[in-house]
């Protein structure tokens, strides 16, 4: 068995750009020799992939699966929009989504899991190497209920289950599950367009509630209020905030005349039981990237040789 050295590791990472890992794995598969050890990534799809790691991705898709009472949301993003009509990508995705359903949410053990032969980080590598763009699963969340539904919407959909915006929502009620899940696709539609920060009140943070209760406050002290004056209408003023920040204290987007706590108590009767929500995941594509501001004029015409 050849004697792989850290000074080998470090040479071929050096000459592909590929993973530290990868590199041993390359060498002991190869038995040490450095070129086949190189062939061995660029065949893997490994060597081109990490040229391509240092670029922005903030496009891609989301992508949502729902299996029974359990759905995953995903986020794997590429660095164009072109990318996620790739009929591969879409793929790709969908794979993913299916793999976070039975492996979890934690991204290093989904990569880490296997898809079919290989893993999930082998197979966005191989993406990579074949459409020519970085990619990277980015985040994943889930929601499950014990009796009830989940809910499901993706917006701007580019096929079944995938899009730039994708919400689940968890309704645990002993009710008609296919009421449920029709209720919840609407409930998500709303989530996707109104962006709560919470279920309720509870669910905020206490820096935000805090943050908004200064900001009011500030605000009436500059005005000249007396501190008891003051204090009341920051209260009234929170409860403002609420309707705008917590899922069941807003206009119902589908019918603004009603809350949806409202909408709620009101499908009950139509479902067959007690609605309760218990949580809700929006996934936004490339939200809290800082993207790469690019002058595209520019980029054509160096691309043109008219630098």
């Known amino acids: 068995m050849a004697n792989i050295t850290a000074q080998m590791v470090k040479e071929l990472r050096e000459s592909t750009g590929a993973g530290m890992m990868d590199c041993k794995t390359a060498l002991t598969e190869t038995k040490g020799d450095m070129q086949a050890a190189q062939d061995w990534l660029r065949k893997k799809g490994l060597s081109k992939a990490a040229k391509k790691s240092g670029r922005i991705a903030a496009e891609g898709l989301i992508g949502i699966q729902v299996q029974g009472t359990k759905g995953v949301v995903v986020e794997v993003n590429s660095e164009t929009d072109f990318v996620g009509r ?18 979890g949410t934690d991204v290093d053990k989904i990569n880490a899991a296997k898809a079919g032969s290989i893993t999930v980080a082998e197979s966005i590598a191989d993406t990579i190497a074949k459409i020519g763009e970085n990619m990277t699963l980015r985040r994943a969340a889930a929601l499950s209920v014990t009796k009830g539904a989940i809910g499901a919407y993706v917006h701007s959909s580019v096929s079944d289950g995938l899009g730039k915006i994708g919400v ?13 899940k029709a209720l919840g696709r609407l409930v998500a539609m709303h989530i996707a367009a109104s962006n709560p920060q919470a279920v309720d009140s509870t669910g905020l943070d206490p820096a935000v509630v805090a943050r908004e209760k200064g900001v009011l406050a500030d605000k009436f ?13 920051v209260e009234s003023g929170l409860k403002t905030f609420y309707k705008e920040a917590c899922l069941l204290e807003q206009a ?33 594509l490339g939200e809290g990237i800082e993207k790469k501001e690019t002058d595209f004029a520019a980029e054509v015409a160096a691309a043109a040789g008219q630098s």
């Open 168 to 180: 689940i929502v968890a309704l645990e009620s002993p009710g008609k599950a296919d009421e449920l």
């Open 252 to 284: 119902y987007v589908h019918d603004p005349s009603k809350s949806v706590t409202q909408v709620l108590k009101e499908a009950e009767a139509n479902v067959g039981g007690a609605i309760k929500i218990t949580g809700f995941v929006r996934y936004g």
């Open 221 to 233: 002290k500059a005005q000249g209020k007396p501190a008891n004056v003051i204090e009341k209408i």
């Open 86 to 103: 790739n009929d591969l990508f879409q793929g790709l995705v969908k794979m993913i989504a299916g793999v976070a359903l039975s492996t």
